[in-house]
C-alpha cells in the first residue's frame, strides 16, 4: 500500500512529540509542575541556562596538554580555511569519533561564532543534533577542538546525488524529523539558519542528525527578532536579503528550499549569477515543478517558499 506523504509525516511527528513528553516526565519530573506546561517549563530552563554560560574562552575550551596525545587520526575528511575534520580512534575506549580542528589564528568575527556554537552544543539535547562529546583548546597543535560522535552515515546531499531525486514519501520522512528539530530549536528562542542538504547527517537507521551551529542565533524572547545577514546567499529568505527584521521564519524557509532540491534535485531560484539568484527570489521567480509531484507535495513547497512571512507555513508554529 502507498503511504500517502502527508499522513506519513504528520503521524511521525504526533508519535515522535509524543515520545518527546514522554522522556521529559519520566526523566526529569522534579522540573515540571504539571503536564500542562512540562514542554514550557524545559524550554525555559534550558534557555536561561544557554544564556547564562559565560562566553569566556578558557571556559568554552579549556586548556588540555594530555588530550592530542589520547587518539589515533584514522583519517582526514576535509580542509576548509581555518581547519579540519578527522576521523579518530579514542585511545582509552576504542570507539570512533568525529574530531573538528579550528586554527586559534581564526578570525575575531569567526571565533565570536565559534564561542557561540560550542556554548549552545553544550547545553542542547535531541535525537536531531549531532552530539558534542568534548572541547579543548590543543595547544600542541595551536587550536579549538571538538569532538563530536561519530555517525557512519553519509550526508543527505551526498545520498541525494546517488539517487537524483527522492520519492515524495522519503521526503516526507526526512523533512517531518527537521520539523520536529526545528519545534525544539525554537521552543528555546534558537533560530538555526544553517539548513542545507550537507549539514544534515544519516544515521545508519536513515534517521538524521543536523551539524554545523556556526549560524545559530539565542534570541532574548520568543518575540525579538534579529537583522544579521549570515549563511549561505542561496539559502537566504526575501526578509533577510531586504536587511528587514526576522526570526524564525528563515528556518521555514530554508526547510522549503531543503524540500524543493530533495524532490527535483535542483535549486528553486538557481541562476547564473548571485545577484540573478537574489533577483529570482525577491520577485518569486521559482523553477517550475516536475509533472510527477503531487499537487499536496507541491503546495507545501509552495507555501514554505512564501514571501510573505505572515503566510509562511511554520511561521505560526510556536
Not at 98 to 118: C, G, N, T
Request: aromatic residues 12%.
Amino acid at each position: 500500500m502507498k503511504i500517502s506523504p502527508s499522513i506519513h509525516s504528520h503521524s511521525f511527528i504526533d508519535a515522535q512529540r509524543q515520545n518527546r513528553r514522554r522522556r521529559y516526565s519520566l526523566s526529569s519530573p522534579q522540573l515540571f509542575e504539571s503536564r500542562a506546561d512540562t514542554s514550557l517549563h524545559h524550554s525555559d530552563t534550558l534557555s536561561t541556562k544557554i544564556h547564562s554560560i559565560s562566553s569566556n574562552s578558557n571556559l568554552l575550551f579549556p586548556s588540555n596538554e594530555t588530550d592530542a596525545e589520547k587518539y589515533d587520526i584514522l583519517s582526514k575528511l576535509n580542509t576548509g580555511a581555518y581547519g579540519s575534520s578527522y576521523l579518530i580512534r579514542d585511545s582509552n575506549d576504542g570507539q570512533i569519533y568525529l574530531l573538528k580542528r579550528i586554527d586559534d589564528s581564526l578570525p575575531d568575527r569567526f571565533r565570536q561564532r565559534l564561542w557561540e556554537e560550542r556554548r549552545l552544543l553544550g547545553c542542547l539535547k535531541s535525537n536531531y543534533i549531532l552530539p558534542l562529546i568534548s572541547a579543548y583548546t590543543d595547544t600542541q597543535h595551536h587550536c579549538f577542538s571538538m569532538k563530536f560522535e561519530y555517525i557512519n552515515g553519509i550526508t543527505l546531499l551526498q545520498l541525494l546525488r546517488r539517487f537524483r531525486w527522492f520519492e515524495e514519501s522519503v521526503v516526507a520522512f526526512y523533512s517531518a524529523q527537521i520539523v520536529l528539530a526545528f519545534e525544539y530549536f525554537h521552543e528555546l528562542n534558537l533560530i538555526y539558519r544553517n539548513l542545507k542538504l550537507e549539514t544534515i547527517l544519516l544515521t545508519d537507521h536513515g534517521y538524521i542528525k543536523l551539524s554545523d551551529f556556526a549560524f545559530t542565533r539565542l534570541l532574548p524572547s520568543h518575540t525579538s527578532s534579529t537583522h544579521s545577514i549570515v549563511g549561505v546567499p542561496d539559502l537566504m529568505p526575501p526578509e533577510m536579503l531586504l536587511g528587514q527584521s526576522y526570526s524564525f521564519s528563515v528556518d521555514w524557509w530554508q526547510l522549503g528550499i531543503a524540500m524543493f532540491e530533495m524532490l527535483t534535485s535542483y535549486s528553486p531560484f538557481y541562476a547564473s549569477s548571485m545577484m540573478q539568484t537574489h533577483e529570482n527570489v525577491l520577485c518569486n521567480h521559482r523553477a517550475k515543478f516536475p509533472l510527477r509531484l503531487s499537487s499536496s507535495v507541491k503546495s507545501t513547497c509552495r507555501l514554505l517558499l512564501q514571501p510573505n512571512v505572515k503566510k509562511r507555513l511554520g511561521c505560526s508554529i510556536i
